[in-house]
């Protein structure tokens, strides 16, 4: 089933507005945000492990990146608590799971195939670097190619930040919230803008923390 596949369009959606739904593995629930139902089944969704409910071993062809929301993730690489930014990339495999449960907003399939770089970082860790081209938004960096910039923002409260979407961009809120438009985005609202766009985002008056992804969507 595809899921907001039209990426020429701008998509908003609310995390905490969309009924979880049960997947393959027992103790694993998933909030779908959008998917291209092929045989790569590009995905991107939340998703929600019980306690001690885990996936079995696998191997991520088209890679995998995730944040942990809540609770601590548990693979065969280490335990990543809340904040914690990961990127497994093509022919990278694991068995994940969570003793405690846990919360993540993971992408699949959506990576150069001949991308092998690993990065796990943790956002409470990282310094920031004010942008000198927008004031009031301070980057962290995480992942940086011909493809693609992944990286983490903070946005001072109140400032009128932009990100170019000219070769398309994504927005998850980690914390805080902004207007775009007439929308509101609060915790865990993600937005997907098409190629030939911009955010305008007005901050709220306690900041924003957000994950954004831009220049991987000209193509699609």
């Not at 690489?77 to 907003?105: E, K, L, V």
């Amino acid at each position: 089933m595809n899921v907001n596949d039209d990426f020429s369009k701008r998509v908003l959606l609310h995390g905490d507005e969309i009924d979880w739904e049960t997947s393959p593995m027992p103790g694993v629930e998933r909030r779908r945000l959008d998917r291209v139902d092929a045989q790569n089944d590009r995905v991107t969704t939340i998703v929600r492990y019980a306690p001690d409910s885990k996936f079995s071993s696998h191997v991520h062809t088209g890679g995998e990146e995730f944040i942990v929301l809540e609770g601590i993730f548990e693979d065969d690489y280490g335990q990543w608590p809340a904040g914690s930014y990961i990127r497994n990339p093509p022919t990278s495999s694991h068995t994940p799971g969570s003793t405690d449960g846990c919360t993540i907003f993971v992408k699949l399939w959506q990576f150069d195939p001949a991308d092998r770089t690993y990065v796990h970082a943790q956002r409470h860790k990282l310094g920031a670097v004010p942008d000198r081209d927008r004031k009031g938004a301070n980057v962290s960096p995480l992942y940086k190619d011909e493809h693609e910039d992944v990286r983490f923002e903070q946005w001072d409260a109140n400032a009128d930040i932009q990100v170019d979407a000219v070769s398309g961009a994504e927005v998850f809120v980690l914390e805080g919230g902004f207007t775009e438009g007439s929308d509101e985005l609060r915790q865990y609202s993600w937005l997907r803008m098409p190629a030939k766009s911009t955010i305008n985002a007005k901050v709220g008056p306690n900041g924003a923390y957000v994950w954004v992804k831009s220049g991987h969507l000209a193509d699609l």
